[in-house]
C-alpha cells in the first residue's frame, strides 16, 4: 500500500495539480492539504525515523515562510505557495534543491513558451476553449503549479522515500 500511495498516488496528485494551474489557474487547496497530509502516514509505514521526519516537516515548513513571502510580494499564487511547501515536505533535504532547480528550469520554459505562444495569433477554434484564450492573454499570469509538478516529477527518484521503497 505504501508503495501504492508512493509511486503511482503521489505523481498523480502533482499530475492532477498541474492540470488543473494550466486550466483553471487555480490549484485546489483539498488537493495541496492531500499531498502534504499524506506525507506522514506514508513515511511512518516506510518505516522512516522520526528524525528524519522532523527534518522533512522542517524543510516543509521553510518552504512555506519562504513562498508565502513570494505570495505576499505577488510573484507567487496562494496555489503555488503551498505546492512549493507540499513538494518540500516530500522531497526533504535530499531532494529539496533537485526540485527547486528542475522547478526554476521547467518554469523558466513554461514562461518563454508561454511569450512565444502570446505574440502568436489564436485560432478561432482554439480562442472557443476559455482555458486556452485565458493563456494567450499576455495580461495572464504563468500557471506555475505546471512548473512545480514538474520539478516535483524530476526530483522524485532523488525523495527519500522512493529511494527506501525503491530498493
Given amino acids: 500500500m505504501t508503495e501504492f500511495a508512493v509511486f503511482l498516488l503521489l505523481p498523480a496528485a502533482f499530475l492532477l495539480a498541474a492540470f488543473s494551474d494550466l486550466t483553471r489557474y487555480t490549484i485546489p487547496n483539498w488537493l495541496t492539504g492531500a499531498i502534504a497530509l499524506s506525507f506522514i502516514p506514508v513515511a511512518l509505514f516506510a518505516g522512516l525515523a522520526p528524525l528524519a521526519i522532523l527534518i522533512h516537516l522542517g524543510v516543509g515548513f521553510v518552504a512555506l515562510g519562504i513562498a508565502m513571502m513570494l505570495y505576499a510580494m505577488r510573484w507567487l499564487g496562494g496555489g503555488d505557495a503551498k505546492l512549493i511547501a507540499a513538494a518540500a515536505l516530500w522531497a526533504g533535504p535530499t531532494a529539496f534543491w533537485v526540485f527547486l532547480l528542475a522547478a ?30 485565458r493563456l494567450h492573454d499576455p495580461k495572464e499570469g504563468v500557471p506555475y503549479g505546471v512548473a512545480l509538478s514538474a520539478g516535483a516529477f524530476y526530483a522524485f527518484p532523488y525523495m527519500t522515500l522512493s529511494q527506501m521503497l525503491g530498493s
Fill in 104 to 133: 526554476a528550469l521547467a518554469g523558466g520554459a513554461l514562461t518563454l513558451g508561454l511569450l512565444f505562444f502570446r505574440k502568436l495569433p489564436l485560432p478561432p477554434l482554439f480562442a472557443s476553449r476559455e482555458w486556452i484564450a
